[in-house]
């Protein structure tokens, strides 16, 4: 017999490197908890789902993220886009009688794929975070820049903005340059107004002359790459839509610095949150 979702159940977010639990009773989080076992860090999917029932109960479990992926417990299906709660629901990847996997979503023209963050979108308009039709970002490692329309995902683009500022930081030319916390200040903006040329590889360079002839701190100088990195990703992808509203599924740290960045390119932008977001999708997909 196959087990429902829609009373009391585990909702995770399981990503590559964090998981987040979530334990769900009449649509409403009464517990949770946060960890670094991300599916990378973890070898028996079977022992870490009985370590979390014996944790936080023996009940139905409805998992999202890259818990789907090829290096996650099971590969999931991807849903095309156009695709709304009913599509996700309709095709859950059943582990067994009362564990299921979301699956995730992808474009063909041009080739894109999303994993967990389906549900933050979709649920953000369920619960009345954002409008049916809305473009939304979802900074991080892999940025989202997403097209709501009538409340399902129509279509996409994934950037590798955070992935492209963890390589600069860890590997290569400007790594012992770009050490400081990044703030959305001077600098940071001074990158955003640099990244709108968007000729990235020559800007790049730019700044390890910097350093060279005197002209910026390094103290400065990882707030400006980062704004220079998320300047040249927004530039691209709000040409043409000045004056428009968008959405940011984000904490308030990347949140601000993306704000600003939007702000900088004549559009407003408002903040959601992005674990309120997944919430209410991963509540919508057990009620469907």
């Known amino acids: 017999m196959v087990v429902s979702f829609a009373g009391t159940f585990l909702a995770i977010d399981w990503g590559t490197t964090n998981r987040r639990v979530f334990l769900i009773e009449d649509g409403q989080v009464v517990r949770t908890e946060r960890d670094g076992r ?31 992926s090829n290096i996650g417990w099971r590969a999931a299906p991807y849903v095309p886009a156009p695709a709304g709660i009913d599509a996700l629901a309709a095709k859950l990847l059943r582990i067994d009688a009362r564990t299921a996997i979301v699956p995730g979503v992808c474009a063909a ?13 979709l ?54 340059q770009l050490g400081s916390e ?34 910026r701190d390094d103290a400065d100088a990882a ?9 040249s990703d927004v530039a691209a992808r709000l040409e043409g839509r000045s004056g428009q509203t968008l959405y940011i599924l984000a904490d308030a740290a990347l949140g601000d610095l993306y704000r600003a960045a939007i702000q900088a390119n004549g559009c407003t932008a408002h903040r959601v949150d992005s674990h309120d977001a997944f919430v209410s999708g991963i509540i919508e997909v057990a009620r469907r």
């Open 38 to 68: 991300g599916v990378t860090a973890v070898q028996d999917f079977e022992a870490e789902a009985a370590g979390i029932r014996a944790r936080f109960g023996d009940l139905p479990m409805l998992m999202a993220g890259m818990v789907g």
């Open 109 to 121: 023209d041009p080739a894109d794929v999303m994993r967990g963050e389906e549900v933050q979108l």
């Open 123 to 176: 649920g953000a308009v369920a619960a009345g975070l954002v409008p049916g039709d809305a473009l939304l970002v979802q900074p991080g490692t892999h940025c989202k820049w997403v097209d709501m329309r009538g409340g399902a995902i129509a279509g996409f683009r994934t950037a590798m903005t955070g992935e492209l500022f963890a390589l600069l930081r860890s590997h290569g030319l400007l790594a012992t």
């Open 182 to 215: 990044v703030i959305p200040g001077p600098a940071f903006a001074a990158g955003v107004e640099e990244g709108r040329k968007r000729d990235l590889a020559a800007s790049l360079f730019g700044i390890r002359a910097a350093r060279l002839l005197g002209q």
């Open 223 to 231: 707030s400006y790459a980062s704004g220079l990195l998320i300047g």
